[in-house]
């Protein structure tokens, strides 16, 4: 169980470091599918995993100064509401349920990582929109993506990266201050799921050891490669996890 935890646990590290997001996209299928833990206790644990990874990787972006504290904190306080309703609502729902949302959520982070690129072109590279329009955009998106935290442990950085840079915020800077966001989410995720599902300490400390120089690594690279390469590369491998994930869970649904 020690190496195949940590060996993953840099995989899921570089996701973030390189995109500011797809960590927990990973986290949960590996813990329930390699390391054979249930759902909601994968969900839980999954949370402690990418909350203390982004924790660590947004330190990595903050000494470069890609770090924008103040939308942090404010998208971050709006999310955190929808990530403790997100939890409440998980509460009523099963394990495949639950899989069941998490790979449309796959699909949903694929099509968006297919699609930034051709949005930030329309724009000449300036992607922000009229500001009240953004306002409204970002405290929705903020509710959605801390709902998606709480219901399925999705850190929900792929919908938060475009949401600030159509906002206005540089790619690089997007990055950082999402992994602040990300952590605020799921610092209070787990703390909801903490008390009413079992915690494997030991299989949260294995994963992390191996994210934390994972996304060290991740956040140095990120200076040297391609971001669509990047997105496109690991867009396809969602719509292949979103296809197992419906093809294990629909069965259970139907």
């Known amino acids: 169980?020690?190496?195949?935890?940590?060996a993953f646990g840099v995989l899921i590290g570089l996701c973030l470091g390189l995109l500011g997001g797809g960590g927990a996209i990973l986290t949960v299928p590996i813990f329930v599918y390699?390391?054979?833990?249930?759902?909601?206790?994968?969900i839980a644990m999954s949370l402690a995993v990418v909350g203390a990874t982004s924790l660590v990787g947004a330190a990595g972006h903050w000494r470069d100064g890609h770090v924008r504290l103040r939308v942090a904190l404010v998208f971050g306080a709006v999310a955190m509401v929808g990530t403790y309703l997100g939890?409440?609502?998980?509460?009523?729902?099963?394990?495949?349920?639950?899989?069941?949302?998490?790979?449309?959520?796959?699909?949903?982070?694929?099509?968006?990582?297919?699609?930034?690129?051709?949005t930030d072109d329309r724009h000449g590279g300036d992607s922000r929109g009229p500001s009240s329009l953004r306002g409204v955009f970002t405290a929705a998106s903020g509710l959605a993506v801390g709902s998606l935290t709480g219901l399925v442990g999705i850190g929900g950085g792929f919908v938060i990266v475009p949401?600030?840079?159509?906002?206005?915020?540089?790619?690089?800077?997007a990055v950082g201050t999402s992994l602040v966001t990300i952590a605020m989410n799921c610092v209070v995720g787990f703390l909801s799921y903490l008390g009413d599902v079992?915690?494997?300490?030991?299989?949260?400390?294995?994963?992390?050891?191996?994210?934390?120089?994972?996304?060290?690594?991740?956040?140095y690279l990120i200076r040297f490669l391609s971001q669509e390469t990047l997105r496109r590369a690991f867009a396809v491998l969602l719509f292949g996890l979103a296809a197992y994930l419906l093809y294990r869970n629909l069965p259970a649904l139907l």
């Open 198 to 219: 079992p915690i494997s300490w030991m299989a949260i400390a294995l994963v992390t050891v191996g994210t934390i120089p994972g996304i060290a690594i991740g956040t």
């Open 1 to 6: 169980m020690l190496p195949v935890s940590v």
């Open 87 to 118: 939890t409440r609502l998980a509460t009523w729902l099963t394990g495949a349920q639950q899989l069941a949302i998490f790979a449309v959520a796959i699909v949903t982070a694929a099509v968006i990582m297919l699609r930034r690129r051709r």
């Open 34 to 42: 390699v390391l054979g833990f249930g759902v909601k206790e994968s």
């Open 163 to 173: 949401t600030l840079v159509w906002g206005g915020l540089p790619m690089r800077d």
